[in-house]
């Protein structure tokens, strides 16, 4: 593990310090955690998945505009100025 230092509050610290201590770890684990935690939910997901999940909704929408591929530049401006 590599050291490091950060600079927080006197709120923070004492906010990590007492559920640090609910949780029965040291404030350097829950802020591993939590951490762990935030760049988890920042990641999203690979790119074949991302891939899969577009290839799986294509074609399921209809617009009811039978030039949309034309003039969609046009719809979108309409759209954003309302």
């Known amino acids: 593990m590599l050291r490091t230092q950060i600079q ?6 004492a906010a990590l310090k007492a ?3 609910a949780e ?3 404030l350097a684990e829950l802020i591993r955690r ?3 935690q935030a760049l988890a939910s920042s990641v999203g997901p690979e790119p074949t998945e991302r891939i899969r999940r577009a ?3 294509a074609g399921r929408f209809r617009s009811g505009t039978g ?3 034309i003039n969609h530049d046009k719809y979108l ?3 954003l100025d309302k």
Do not use: F, H, P, Y
């Open 34 to 36: 939590c951490i762990d």
């Open 19 to 21: 559920r640090a201590a």
């Open 24 to 26: 029965g770890v040291s």
């Open 55 to 57: 290839a799986a909704i």
């Open 77 to 79: 401006v309409e759209a």
């Open 8 to 13: 927080l509050t006197e709120q923070q610290v």
């Open 67 to 69: 030039d949309l591929a």
